[in-house]
């Protein structure tokens, strides 16, 4: 459904993306995760028909975005980070300008737009203005005017940013529901935990550069992370944090103010003689656990060079 090849994009003399390839299914989702400025929206503003690329292709449902924007801009619902939305509407109104844009009959908006409503849980507040919504309700209106024409693929630019934790699992639930109709999404996000439930696969840019992308299982194998410990002591942590870096079978550590995270690779053995170790040297340790490995913990190895290495 999405086709990105050898797609390059500067700004001046910056360049924004670089060679990026990418092939995203029908009915997949797929989670573009990055940090700021890495190149996410760029990226979606091309396949968006917005921006234009430096060089490189890239197609949607088999239409060249710059070839036929027209026809790429059927098939898309764009939903970019940041948006305006016409104040002195109310959001039915609002709803029913998009929709006509696009030239649906009212007969039929009038149909589609209580359903559009009903998906985005936005039903009882058809009759407000917009202003008066919450960012998350705004939010969700925009996702509402992105499926007006009920496009086959959703390219949605961070659409849980700025949203408390209880939009975000309401997005988030939404977005649920779209995959199950079968929609084909791309979604961005610095912030993976957000993804981590939903995407089937995700791509990791960096500086411009796609970084690793699979099915999230797949990147998690090819890397080196085989578990993560999970360590608190009663005091010592930053001595602990200093000492374990050193140590074999570590690739990484991370201090919080949860205790430190070890990147393990080193068996039950290996295991078993670490804390011995770290006890033998005095370390008050309260607790020792293996943690399952998470999507953030794949972002941290592979954006710290673990896979371009
Ligand atoms: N119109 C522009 N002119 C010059 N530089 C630009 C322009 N648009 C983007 N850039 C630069 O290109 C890089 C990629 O930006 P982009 O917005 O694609 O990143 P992003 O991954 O979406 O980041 P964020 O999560 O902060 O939105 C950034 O360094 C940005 O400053």
């Known amino acids: 459904m999405i086709e990105i090849s050898n797609l390059s994009k500067r700004y001046g003399n910056f360049d924004a993306l670089k060679d990026i390839n990418l092939t995203i299914s029908k009915g997949t989702v797929f989670g573009f995760v990055g940090p700021n400025g890495a190149g996410k929206s760029t990226t979606m503003s091309i396949l968006a028909t917005l921006v234009l690329p430096s060089s490189g292709t890239a197609r949607v449902g088999g239409y060249e975005v710059t070839e036929y924007p027209k026809e790429v801009r059927k098939k898309i ?9 016409y104040d002195q509407l109310k959001t039915i109104e609002y709803l029913h300008f998009y929709g006509a844009s696009y030239n649906i009959p009212r007969s039929e908006r009038e149909k589609l737009i209580p359903q559009l409503l009903d ?3 936005l039903s009882d507040k058809s009759d407000s203005y917009v202003d008066s919504l919450s960012r998350g309700m705004k939010q969700r209106l925009c996702l509402a005017r992105c499926l007006v024409h009920d496009p086959e693929v959703l390219i949605l630019d961070e659409p849980a940013s700025g949203l408390d934790p209880r939009a975000r ?27 981590a439930e939903m995407v089937d696969e995700i791509g990791v840019i960096e500086h411009g550069v796609m970084v690793a992308q699979g099915k999230v299982s797949d990147i998690q194998n090819r890397l080196r992370v085989k578990k993560i410990l999970h360590i608190r002591t009663m005091e010592r942590q930053e001595e602990l944090t200093a000492f374990l870096r050193d140590e074999a079978f570590v690739s990484g550590v991370l201090s919080d103010n949860t205790g430190v995270h070890v990147h393990f690779s080193g068996g039950e053995e290996e295991q078993a003689s670490l804390l011995q170790q770290m006890i033998s040297l005095g370390y008050p340790v309260l607790s020792f ?10 972002f941290l190895e592979i954006t710290k060079g673990g896979l371009g290495q």
Request: glycine share 6%.
């Open 77 to 85: 619902g764009y939903m970019p980070d940041f948006f305006g939305v």
């Open 119 to 121: 998906l985005v849980n």
């Open 169 to 195: 699992i309401e997005m988030r639930e939404i977005l649920k529901e779209l995959k199950l109709m079968g929609k084909t999404i791309i979604i961005s996000s610095h912030i993976l935990p957000e993804l």
């Open 289 to 298: 656990n293996e943690a399952q490995t998470n999507l953030e913990d794949v």
